[in-house]
């Protein structure tokens, strides 16, 4: 495996950790920029390596926000995300991919507010709303209809006739600043976590068991695309126009009134110069909006036009997003604190004089590592130029030489652990510096302990970080084998009430069912992702097979890279981690892949290289791809020559048709592959 092929395995983990941090514990660590710049490179390198495809690669999959406290629907139509630009050379050449994919026909766009909050699909039948879910993964999201029904600006019956008796309206759940202000000023009174942004805020609140949480948080919602298979007009500015009749918010407000009286917040523009006038206006105009604005979103208008022009795989042709550039401030450094993460690793953090940035009050930023200190040659009281990426979390982008004190000492990086004090070690090709003491070190204790019960490894809903603290605390627990020990009488020694115990216990129980793959994912070895959990659990089958691996039989797994393969090594060379395992084992866990597991493995696709483009009516995007795997064969994501045929659906890309012809590549329709799958068992 080259440079470039460990850099792929390296950027899916990196992508798939912010991914889940941002849509799934509200908790993002960068901007939308550093992460699409990311993805791009991803995208890029996958590309120019189809053999390293890989199913549950970022680039397959529209972000999650899934909860398991909801209740699951599909939606009708997709829910997919938009392509991001930040200049205006990158709007401009999407202009002229759109004007070369409709062949030369004028065509209007229309220029809308990009408002920052949680993506919603309202369903109304019989002129009244009967459903509200939430993007969740693009296909299937959280019903949250009964906290919907709080938003006072989204209407509960519609009493225009002239509406459609069933349609869909997509909009953006938010909540406004002065809503935002007012909760962390309680928050912060009841000593509770603040919220970043009012974006995670909104998030949070939407996904509240308790609806009158949610109507006490006042939230409001912004509306902006209409579907329905009665008849609609075909222009999109049109239909939002006919949707404001009907009683839906679309227009941003200030003080209460319209800003489409004096300059649209949504508006048709004909030529590129319209487009960038907008863009420029809204640019300093959005400072004076009750609501966190991010960018300006630009759809081609006519529906026919949409339809003709298609989609890719993530994202429709047709609209794209351009995010406006952070604003930035200049604080002053008052320290520097260290904090311990779950691997280990160290991350300095800047203590600043508080500052106002893009709508809220900012004391600390991440400084990264060591070389990111020395890289702006960061020094004690130093004048810091922040800004907020996305408008989301601060970073440092500067210092301010000509403040900068006269006798003022560089930072010096920490020699020894903040927690523990072991001495610090630094990894071969790592920025980061990290405590060794793995199993000494309590935030590594306990962010293993979070990891291991987090949704996407044993998913032990009932239990939580602030639980885990106190379990650890009062010495309840001390690694992830000791959880399997909790009864209710231990908890409600710890003061808890006895149903909440018994719901934690349970929960635990539960894990015991958890699939061998995700308890690989489960013990945290290092650098094994989601991903690389999965390739290993099945190309071993058992936790056996895998902790007698050699290194050249890790390397024999494909998506494996060396990097991994020695962690894996050594982390089941480690007695301690051995212990762990062989208690889990006896507490029940899966230990190898089930027999339905490996009964439903088949060599049918054994060799073959697949390309899903289209929708499909039996099964989705996603349960094909699972059903490409369990029977041997590989998804890639651009068509090329060892492309062995294409699971094409309805709608599927003019473009990749197009490739797929000049190729010869055929074709397959999901009853002709469900047919061979069949043929093979």
Same mark, same amino acid.
């Given at each position: 495996m080259n440079e470039e092929q460990r850099r792929i395995i390296e950027l899916r983990q990196i992508l798939h950790e912010h991914n889940y941090k941002y849509y799934? $514990?509200? %908790?993002?660590?960068?901007?939308?920029? #550093?992460?699409?710049?990311?993805?791009?490179? $991803?995208?890029?390198? #996958?590309?120019?390596? /189809? #053999?390293?495809?890989? /199913?549950?690669?970022?680039?397959?999959?529209?972000?999650?926000?899934? *909860?398991?406290?909801?209740?699951?629907?599909?939606?009708?139509?997709?829910?997919? *995300?938009?392509?991001?630009?930040? =200049?205006?050379?990158?709007?401009?050449?999407?202009? #002229?991919?759109?004007?070369?994919?409709?062949?030369?026909? /004028?065509?209007?766009?229309?220029?809308?507010?990009?408002?920052?909050? $949680? =993506?919603?699909?309202?369903?109304?039948?019989?002129? %009244? $709303?009967?459903?509200?879910?939430?993007?969740?993964?693009?296909?299937?999201?959280?019903?949250?209809?009964?906290?919907?029904?709080?938003?006072?600006?989204? /209407?509960?019956?519609?009493?225009?006739? %002239?509406?459609?008796?069933?349609?869909?309206?997509?909009?953006?759940?938010?909540?406004?600043?002065? =809503?935002?202000?007012?909760?962390?000023?309680?928050r912060e009174a009841a000593e509770e976590p603040l919220f970043a942004n009012p974006r995670n805020a909104a998030s949070g609140t939407l996904k509240s068991q308790d609806s009158r949480v949610v109507a006490h948080r006042r939230l409001d919602a912004y509306l902006y695309y209409l579907l329905s298979e009665e008849q609609l007009n075909d222009g999109h500015y049109e239909n939002l126009m006919e949707a404001t009749k009907w009683g839906f918010q679309v227009f941003a407000q200030r003080g209460g009134t319209s800003l489409f009286d004096s300059h649209a917040s949504i508006e048709k523009q004909d030529s590129l110069e319209g487009i960038y006038h907008f863009i420029n206006y809204w640019d300093t105009a959005r400072k004076t909006l009750p609501v966190a604005t991010d960018g300006i979103v630009l759809k081609v208008n006519s529906m026919r036009q949409q339809r003709s022009l298609g989609f890719t795989a993530k994202s429709p042709r047709w609209a794209i997003a351009f995010k406006f550039k952070a604003e930035q401030a200049v604080t002053r450094l008052l320290g520097v604190s260290y904090q311990v993460g779950r691997t280990g690793a160290i991350t300095p953090v800047a203590n600043m004089e508080p500052v106002l940035l893009a709508g809220t009050t900012v004391r600390r930023a991440t400084l990264n590592n060591e070389d990111f200190i020395r890289s702006f040659d960061i020094h004690e009281h130093d004048s810091l130029l922040v800004e907020k990426g996305g408008e989301i979390i601060p970073k440092i982008v500067g210092v301010d030489l000509a403040k900068r004190l006269p006798d003022a000492q560089p930072i010096q990086f920490i020699t020894h652990c903040p927690e523990c004090g072991q001495p610090l070690v630094r990894y071969e090709g790592e920025a980061a510096w990290y405590c060794p003491n793995d199993t000494g070190c309590p935030p590594q204790i306990k962010g293993r302990i979070e990891h291991f019960i987090s949704r996407k490894a044993m998913n032990i809903e009932s239990l939580g970080p602030e639980t885990i603290d106190e379990y650890y605390r009062k010495g309840l627990i001390q690694n992830v084998a000791d959880l399997y020990t909790i009864t209710v009488q231990h908890i409600n020694g710890s003061g808890n009430k006895e149903r909440s115990a018994r719901k934690i216990v349970q929960g635990i129980e539960k894990s015991k069912s958890v699939p061998f793959e995700r308890v690989v994912f489960a013990l945290g070895i290092r650098l094994v992702g989601e991903t690389s959990a999965k390739l290993l659990a099945r190309h071993f089958k058992s936790m056996e097979k895998l902790s007698q691996a050699s290194l050249q039989e890790l390397l024999e797994v494909d998506g494996i890279g060396e990097t991994i393969a020695k962690n894996v090594i050594t982390f089941f060379h480690d007695e301690r981690n051995i212990a762990i395992i062989e208690r889990l084992r006896t507490y029940g866990l899966q230990m190898a892949l089930s027999a339905e597991q490996l009964a439903s493995h088949s060599e049918v696709l054994k060799g073959k290289s697949i390309v899903i483009s289209g929708v499909f009516s039996k099964h989705s995007r996603d349960e094909y791809k699972v059903l490409i795997e369990q029977n041997g064969g590989k998804n890639v994501s651009s068509i090329s020559s060892k492309t062995s045929f294409i699971l094409a659906g309805e709608n599927m890309g003019p473009s990749k048709l197009e490739k797929a012809q000049k190729l010869a590549i055929p074709l397959m329709s999901e009853e002709e592959f469900l047919a061979l799958l069949n043929k093979g068992e």
């Open positions: 799934v $514990l509200n %908790q993002p660590e960068i901007g939308d920029q #550093e992460f699409d710049h990311l993805m791009h490179e $991803l995208q890029q390198l #996958e590309e120019n390596y /189809p #053999e390293m495809a890989d /199913p549950n690669s970022p680039t397959q999959r529209v972000g999650s926000d899934l *909860s398991t406290e909801f209740k699951q629907v599909k939606h009708r139509y997709p829910m997919l *995300s938009l392509a991001n630009t930040y =200049s205006e050379e990158e709007v401009e050449q999407w202009y #002229e991919s759109v004007k070369k994919g409709l062949q030369g026909e /004028p065509f209007e766009v229309c220029c809308e507010l990009k408002f920052d909050g $949680l =993506s919603i699909s309202l369903v109304y039948e019989n002129h %009244q $709303l009967v459903r509200a879910v939430t993007r969740g993964d693009g296909v299937s999201g959280d019903d949250v209809t009964s906290n919907v029904k709080t938003i006072r600006t989204i /209407p509960l019956v519609i009493h225009t006739p %002239q509406a459609p008796q069933s349609f869909e309206i997509r909009g953006e759940v938010l909540m406004p600043w002065q =809503s935002f202000e007012q909760l962390n000023t309680e």
